[in-house]
């Protein structure tokens, strides 16, 4: 280690690095103003091999990270698409007739209030289409109890409605 004090000395810098027996060293000097030296030799091997462990760490680190990243992604994607899933089901099932079918709500979603809206939507649509039949179905009793041909045509002069006296017609 007296070679490093040495070169340290030597140097303008009052830093030095020299080999010493197949091992690195540093050296750092600073004369104090009584005339003494303040000299600090450190060994650089040691903090190589410090390096090496903290790079395996940060590696095992960043590939925790990056897993736990896919982890939360594949969560939020999931919470995010599942509300959109149900809404394609439920609204296959509206065009195959069943205005029944209802999306199911998951409270605290961002699309609380889509669904919400959505629903009363297909009630409404659902009790407009009961009481169309229900007028139908009066429509059909009233002309069926008269005497008399009634035939409804629309604005093409398609029939669209005829009581049973008149088709005796």
Same mark, same amino acid.
């Given at each position: *280690? &007296?070679?490093? +004090? ?12 020299? %080999?010493?027996? $197949?091992?690195? #060293? @540093? *050296? ?6 009584? $005339? $003494?030296?303040?000299?600090?030799? !450190? ?9 090496? /462990?903290? =790079? ?9 990270? +990056?897993?736990? =990243?896919?982890?939360? /992604? ?12 149900? #809404? ?14 209802? /999306?199911?709500?998951?409270?605290? &979603? ?7 809206? +959505?629903?009363?939507? %297909?009630?409404?649509?659902?009790? %407009?289409?009961?009481? &169309?039949? =229900? !007028?139908? &179905? ?5 002309? =069926?109890?008269?005497?008399?041909? @009634?035939?409804? /045509? ?10 049973? +006296?008149?088709?005796?017609?």
């Amino acid at each position: *280690s &007296s070679e490093a +004090f040495k070169a340290s000395l030597d140097n303008d810098t009052g830093t030095a690095q020299v %080999m010493i027996a $197949g091992k690195q #060293f @540093v *050296s750092a000097s600073a004369q104090l103003e009584d $005339g $003494g030296w303040l000299i600090g030799v !450190s060994q650089l091997a040691p903090m190589k091999g410090y390096l090496d /462990v903290v =790079g395996q760490n940060l590696l095992l680190i960043l590939a925790i990270l +990056f897993a736990g =990243g896919i982890v939360v /992604v594949f969560y939020l994607t999931n919470y995010i698409l599942e509300p959109l899933h149900d #809404f394609t089901r439920t609204t296959a099932q509206l065009a195959a007739g069943d205005l029944s079918s209802k /999306v199911k709500l998951n409270k605290h &979603s961002e699309f609380e209030g889509l669904v919400e809206n +959505f629903n009363l939507l %297909m009630d409404q649509m659902d009790t %407009m289409r009961i009481d &169309s039949l =229900g !007028s139908q &179905s009066q429509l059909e009793s009233i002309l =069926g109890s008269m005497n008399s041909g @009634v035939i409804a /045509v629309d604005n093409n002069n398609k029939i669209i409605i005829f009581n049973p +006296f008149a088709r005796k017609l």
